[in-house]
């Protein structure tokens, strides 16, 4: 086989409502303008420091993160602008924090990487590839013993069960002993946790074949007894149907679920990165599989879309990136006699 | 009026204590339900709390300190305990990465009210990978505290401060001290930010913790046979480290010696002595000396065990040697 085959583009009907099914692409766009100003941005020397872009695996994000509700948590890695930004957290403060202002959603002191917001349950931006899955692991772990109630209130909420904590990851990080001690602990605990596994293919420059004696991942997840989903996460259609069917099953069983989803990434690993690892015709090759374009080719077969519409998405998109980078402009920068602040809570905070 | 307790005893009323005051307090571990923990610390608290709150671990330092690290982000005050310090070596990255960053790294967003407890030190012919006393590298790290009770007293009191305390807390209980007896008094509070005077004295200072305390005592007795006064300064809390008392004591002894079971390079004992340096140089009659594990992994045989720590004797003579009467 010709290393640079891809499966073929997602195709098929999308079976949402026009608002719903606009709303997917418009989530895909927002990242896609924001992450390529943000290479821009960091070519002009206003964002330094490591720069993780999402491009290339937006429908991973955007199909998956709908399908949570407010109260859920949300652990990350380092590439999260994307995540973060879907979950709520104002483009403004992301591009703030990425500029080291003190407008931004970790107050500068994160950067790309380490993009928090207490508000939407959004634990990071971890910078340590396996670091998010104790976590994860962890805050399941307290939302059980402490039976907080579902995110969204209402008298039927048995029925609508209990809140979860998604945690996306690379698959790099399925060869950590983290991944491996986190699945045993809970699917041993039987824990609420959506393990969401974006397999990018090359953790950093290393290919999967080059780092896992077992390529299957969902064969080792399935090892800690846990149910698992194999996903296309190039196509937003199915990434959404099957986390909203995963989440369910995590609510109402209380019990793990891990999700593979099979995507690629179109940039560098980060803005160090020279690419020597892998052949321009194969990142080529995947590009026939973007998410965004051929999600639009969908929608637009279909009848939801005109190009009209389209322009105009892409046109409110790159309105409120270039906001973000006006508001990152004139944002401030923290005083230096604040330095020290931060390391502990102070008296009397939250 | 206080009360006789051993060492385990008091953390184990502490415990008890914490678990039934907070609802969001439990306890996790390699065996500390059904066994009743390592060092019998947690016998009983299983009956009494059940497998939900004195809750068994896999051997996973890393995925359960990780989850207690989350399991606290999540509003839970969960106390972790790690069977030794050495296996702590495996949960680096969730205690260092992630407990003692997570809020600065957030802007302020998130704190880790964790408490993790571990035991340390040498001196049970345990050899190489059981015996060490890392205390000194987790003093290291902005955003953590770091305990060493080294009495019954504080063994009883410093636990419920750090449930109270928003940030990671690290409690280290020397090995050697379990069954160590002391007096505790009926309503236990002590603080988690001073070092305490153990022992008063004029003519020297002996600064330590956790189960080098036993033996800085039991130096003084001696070398107040031979005339010579020395002060016991019990540091208590590693970081951050009280300054005022090290400073107020060796300002008046005018010489000091630190007692570290650490390895003497890049210890504890020499962040210690760099302070006092840099605050109170111009008070010092001597030049400062410490007395630390020799470089070496812990040594089986007993002899060499011994000849491998802080004993002491080998305070006595390094008191001596100070002073000038070096026999």
């Known amino acids: 086989m010709n290393a640079f085959q891809v499966p073929a583009p997602p195709t098929g009907p999308v079976p949402w409502d026009k608002a719903f099914a606009l709303a997917r692409l418009s989530d895909m766009l927002r990242i896609r303008r924001m992450e390529e100003k943000a290479a821009e941005l960091y070519g002009q020397q206003k964002i330094r420091g490591f720069l993780h872009l999402y491009i290339g695996e937006e429908a991973v994000a955007s199909g998956a993160l709908c399908a949570l509700r407010a109260g859920d948590n949300v652990v990350c890695t380092y590439r999260e602008h994307g995540h973060a930004l879907l979950r709520g957290v104002a483009m403004n403060a992301i591009m703030a924090e990425m500029y080291g202002k003190q407008e931004g959603c970790s107050r500068g002191r994160g950067g790309s990487m380490h993009l928090f917001d207490r508000a939407t349950h959004f634990y990071g931006g971890q910078g340590i590839v396996g670091g998010g899955l104790p976590l994860a692991t962890g805050l399941a772990l307290a939302d059980k013993m402490s039976k907080r109630p579902g995110a969204v209130s209402n008298p039927f909420e048995k029925r609508e069960g209990g809140p979860l904590t998604a945690c996306f990851f690379g698959e790099g990080a399925m060869a950590e002993g983290a991944f491996h001690e986190s699945m045993n602990l809970a699917a041993l605990w039987q824990l609420p946790v959506l393990f969401c596994c974006e397999n990018n293919l090359y953790a950093m420059g290393t290919a999967l074949a080059r780092s896992e004696s077992q390529t299957d991942l969902c064969r080792k997840a399935a090892s800690y007894g846990m149910t698992t989903e194999r996903v296309d996460g190039m196509d937003v259609v199915a990434v959404h149907e099957v986390v909203k069917r995963a989440a369910h099953q995590v609510r109402h069983d209380a019990r793990p679920v891990f999700m593979e989803l099979q995507t690629f990434r179109f940039r560098a690993h980060s803005m160090f990165d020279p690419e020597l690892y892998r052949d321009k015709q194969e990142v080529e090759a995947w590009k026939t599989r973007g998410p965004i374009h051929t999600y639009t080719a969908r929608l637009k077969s279909q009848g939801l879309l005109s190009e009209t519409e389209f322009l105009a998405l892409d046109a409110a998109a790159q309105a409120e990136v270039d906001a973000a980078v006006a508001f990152a402009e004139a944002g401030t920068w923290e005083p230096v006699e604040d330095l020290l602040r931060d390391v502990t809570t102070p008296q009397g905070a939250p | ?327």
């Open chain 2, 1 to 327: 009026m206080p009360r006789r307790l051993s060492y385990r005893e008091a953390l184990r009323e502490a415990l008890r204590e914490a678990l039934l005051a907070d609802p969001r307090v439990f306890l996790m571990g390699e065996d500390v339900g059904r066994y009743g923990g390592t060092y019998a610390v947690s016998k009983g608290l299983l009956e009494e709390f059940g497998p939900e709150r004195i809750r068994d671990t896999p051997l996973s330092e890393l995925g359960f300190v990780g989850a207690g690290v989350g399991a606290a982000l999540g509003g839970m005050r969960p106390i972790v305990e790690i069977m030794t310090v050495n296996f702590s070596l495996l949960a680096l990255d969730p205690i260092v990465n992630t407990a003692a960053m997570l809020r600065h790294m957030s802007g302020g967003q998130f704190s880790v009210p964790i408490v993790i407890r571990m035991a340390t030190g040498a001196g049970r012919q345990v050899a190489a990978q059981h015996s060490n006393s890392f205390e000194g590298w987790y003093a290291h790290v902005p955003g953590l505290r770091v305990l060493s009770p080294a009495t019954a007293e504080d063994a009883r009191g410093m636990l419920a401060a750090a449930l109270a305390d928003p940030d990671p807390v690290l409690i280290f209980e020397h090995a050697q001290l379990y069954n160590l007896e002391g007096d505790v008094p009926d309503h236990t509070v002590v603080d988690t930010c001073s070092a305490r005077v153990r022992l008063a004295g004029t003519d020297v200072s002996l600064i330590t913790f956790g189960g080098c305390l036993p033996k800085a005592i039991q130096a003084a007795e001696q070398l107040a046979m031979l005339g010579i006064s020395a002060e016991v300064i019990d540091l208590r809390v590693l970081r951050p480290l009280d300054d005022a008392t090290v400073m107020t004591s060796v300002r008046k002894c005018r010489r000091a010696v630190v007692i570290d079971e650490g390895w003497r390079t890049g210890s504890l004992a020499a962040e210690v002595m760099a302070r006092i340096s840099e605050q109170a140089f111009f008070d010092l009659d001597a030049p400062l000396a410490r007395v630390c594990s020799e470089e070496v992994p812990i040594p089986y045989a007993r002899h060499m065990e011994e000849a491998a720590l802080p004993q002491a004797s080998k305070i006595v003579a390094a008191v001596q040697a100070l002073l000038g009467s070096a026999p």
